[in-house]
């Protein structure tokens, strides 16, 4: 189980700055106006949603305003709490993509038909690293070899 996380992780890590760069850009752009409008829309305890709806629009575009008024006690409630639910429904989202990120079994994204199974040097004992048959990088079979010399292919011809 410990190689799925891994693997999931070593996948996103490129992702991870992207993540947070588009989680910035989405609470500036989206939460920011819907906790101004949720105050606007709260008239004496009653939601009022066409004035929801415009107030997102309006925060929308008029971005500038927004921010400003974002931080002032009257707004800044309602602007953590929409804050705090969709950075949970973010996270939730990441995670989804996490988990389908993540390696299907061990062997996922190792290189099938590669020398790692000599070390330092000791396939060239039977190998060549210069010229032959190609097995793998730098691993040729060569052909001036006394002895067998068959290679078996494994795989599939396809036709079209």
Avoid: C
Wanted: avoid cysteine; charge should be positive; hydrophobic fraction near 45%.
């Amino acid at each position: 189980m410990h190689y799925k996380i891994e693997g999931a992780l070593r996948r996103n890590k490129k992702n991870f700055i992207i993540f947070i760069v588009l989680w910035f850009i989405l609470t500036i752009v989206l939460v920011m106006p819907i906790g101004y409008s949720i105050t606007q829309a709260t008239v004496d305890g009653q939601f009022n949603m066409a004035k929801f709806f415009s107030g997102i629009y309006d925060g929308v575009s008029h971005l500038g305003t927004v921010i400003g008024k974002t931080f002032t006690p009257e707004y800044i409630g309602n602007f953590f709490g929409t804050l705090w639910k969709f950075t949970i429904a973010y996270a939730i989202f990441i995670l989804i993509g996490l988990i389908r990120t993540a390696p299907k079994n061990r062997y996922t994204d190792i290189e099938h038909g590669s020398s790692d199974w000599a070390q330092g040097g000791e396939q060239y004992r039977i190998l060549s690293n210069k010229k032959g048959i190609i097995l793998a990088q730098d691993n040729y079979l060569p052909v001036d070899k006394r002895g067998n010399v068959n290679v078996l292919v494994v795989g599939r011809i396809r036709f079209w």
